[in-house]
């Protein structure tokens, strides 16, 4: 392995890292949109189920949260031969972190004030209306920071990929690496990829939370 800097190494890796990031970005934003779904799901159900339904779909969540996620894509990846490595990737993301989304969600709709689901009631609103209408357009922009929080923790995530085989961004870094002893400018590279894409997402939501803190 070369220790010291080659720019002409580092400039053959670029379209190597280039086509792991493209991977990487695809998985957390396919994942991350089937999280923000599933994870509204599983907060509402929580919220406006009975207890025979909302207990299991908990502690189902729980063990999702409460175990590694590299564990949970090894046990897919065995399992559900039928599918691609990515595909699997991008569902066991999105369950994973749909167990955090609806943390998120949660404490977002425990935030509307109770004055808005008496006034829904004194309208003699229907349930589904006072949740359309009313409850979550409140929560879900108490939520926003959060979210955002949680995109971005995905995206740093997606290197756990390549315990299923999947080349994202720091699997290709290191299979150019092994291929031409040029890991010191695959690796930087890799992390300035991370670190460009995921700054201007953290200065976003840092000014969303303060504008959010207005209102």
């Known amino acids: 392995m070369n220790a010291q800097w080659s720019w002409e190494r580092a400039r053959d890796a670029l379209p190597v890292l280039w086509d792991g990031f493209q991977i990487t970005l695809l998985a957390t934003a396919l994942g991350f949109a089937l999280a923000a779904v599933l994870g509204l799901v599983i907060a509402i159900i929580r919220q406006s189920m009975p207890r025979w339904i909302a207990a299991p779909v908990h502690a189902v969540s729980e063990f999702v949260r409460l175990t590694p996620l590299v564990v949970q894509l090894l046990?897919?990846?065995t399992l559900l031969t039928q599918f691609s490595a990515l595909q699997i990737g991008i569902t066991v993301l999105g369950i994973h972190y749909s167990s955090y989304l609806a943390e998120v969600y949660r404490a977002g709709i425990e935030a509307v004030p109770k004055g808005q689901w008496e006034a829904a009631r004194a309208l003699s609103l229907p349930p589904t209306r006072t949740w359309r209408a009313v409850v979550l357009p409140q929560a879900i922009r108490a939520s926003l920071p959060a979210l955002g929080t949680n995109a971005v923790s995905?995206?740093?995530?997606?290197p756990f990929l390549f315990a299923i085989s999947v080349v994202e961004l720091v699997t290709s870094a290191q299979q150019f690496?092994?291929?031409?002893?040029?890991?010191?400018?695959?690796?930087?590279?890799?992390?300035?990829f991370?670190?460009?894409a995921s700054y201007p997402t953290s200065v976003l939501i840092r000014r969303l939370e303060k504008r959010l803190a207005y209102y």
Do not use: H, P
């Open 177 to 192: 690496g092994a291929r031409n002893f040029a890991y010191l400018e695959a690796i930087t590279l890799a992390g300035v």
């Open 75 to 77: 046990f897919a990846y």
């Open 154 to 158: 995905m995206f740093k995530d997606t």
């Open 194 to 196: 991370f670190l460009v």
